[in-house]
């Protein structure tokens, strides 16, 4: 599987749901995964260590890049 590399401002979909989402909060908290939806977009925001911090309609998420891809 070839390694997606997303920068700063990236326009980005959902598309597989993980067992549950980490919010991207200074006290991260996990949540279920239904906060978010499948298909979704979001707007990358910043790497951190535990994966890409993007922002959707309901918060700042921290997703790895196996549930992300571009949107073009």
């Known amino acids: ?5 997303f920068s700063i401002g990236d326009r ?3 598309v597989t749901l993980p067992p549950y ?6 006290m991260p908290m996990l ?16 790497r951190r260590p535990g994966g890409w911090g993007v922002r959707f309609a309901k918060g700042l998420f921290l997703l790895d890049e196996q ?6």
């Open 67 to 72: 549930y992300l891809e571009s949107v073009h």
């Open 31 to 46: 949540r279920p995964p239904n906060v978010v939806q499948l298909g979704e977009e979001g707007v990358v925001v910043d």
């Open 1 to 5: 599987m070839s390694e997606q590399t």
């Open 12 to 14: 980005v979909r959902i």
């Open 21 to 26: 989402v980490k919010t991207a909060e200074p």
